[in-house]
């Protein structure tokens, strides 16, 4: 049986606290680095990171060994970990190979999916206009905060459009080039909010949802267009000239 991401939340309250320590040292570490709470290639020293977290040195090596296998770190022989670059490459590679695998996770969900992953869909993007909606009567200026939450639903939008392709690699492929395009989206996000931009994202996650409900070949399409957009909004707010060197 099948859950939304709504009612894993719930069902997760009361063990919300990591197993481990290594767990719990991943996952704030994981949000900084996300959010860029870190500069690109700024070294990662275990004692800088014991201060500022309160972790020892074990749990922040388990956590740094599973975030360089996420590319959100690296690590060099004499240099230890490091912040992994930003580059425009990487980003545009991250996103097609994410087209790539979402749009056929996407193929396969809506070959096989059923009442209730169109329920889930419809109250996922209910969830996600609701909260573009608050921030949209927001100032001008969003907090870090606000973004979060909307990045969260529109994540639980986009895992439930492929969420009955029936392939955990797929999913769990999803899930990590989320969280590799996640890192240059959400820093160029917050101190500005997106849904009062020219674009209408709220419009186009409409457009995939009535697609995919249609089982139209147009959804696919949509979702990588999509993705591209956001790819070209993100390389202005970077500041990334036409030949990917980040302008002075």
């Not at 990171?49 to 004499?78: C, D, I, M, N």
């Not at 994410?98 to 996770?105: D, G, P, Q, S, V």
Request: overall charge positive; some cysteine.
């Amino acid at each position: 049986m099948r859950t939304s991401a709504a009612e894993r939340r719930t069902a997760g309250e009361a063990s919300a606290e990591p197993a481990t320590l290594g767990e719990a040292a991943y996952q704030k570490l994981r949000a900084d680095l996300v959010v860029g709470a870190f500069e690109p290639g700024k070294p990662l020293r275990l004692e800088a990171l014991r201060q500022r977290y309160g972790f020892s040195f074990s749990p922040l090596r388990e956590a740094l060994t599973r975030l360089q296998a996420e590319r959100l770190v690296v690590s060099t022989a004499l240099r230890g970990f490091s912040v992994a670059p930003l580059s425009r490459q990487e980003m545009n590679d991250a996103t097609e190979t994410r087209i790539l695998i979402e749009c056929e996770a996407l193929r396969l969900s809506m070959r096989k999916g059923d009442d209730d992953w169109e329920a889930a869909i419809v109250a996922a993007f209910h969830a996600l206009r609701l909260q573009a909606e608050r921030l949209s009567r927001t100032s001008a200026t969003a907090e870090a905060a606000d973004v979060l939450a909307m990045e969260e639903r529109h994540h639980d939008f986009h895992r439930a459009l492929i969420a009955h392709c029936d392939s955990p690699r797929l999913l769990a492929l999803a899930d990590q080039l989320h969280v590799e395009t996640q890192r240059y989206r959400l820093p160029s996000l917050v101190g500005r909010i997106a849904v009062k931009e020219r674009r209408n994202v709220t419009a186009e996650h409409r457009e995939i949802m009535d697609a995919t409900l249609r089982r139209s070949n147009d959804a696919a399409a949509l979702l990588a267009a999509h993705y591209r957009r956001t790819s070209a909004a993100v390389e202005v707010a970077m500041g990334w000239s036409s030949k990917g060197a980040r302008s002075r």
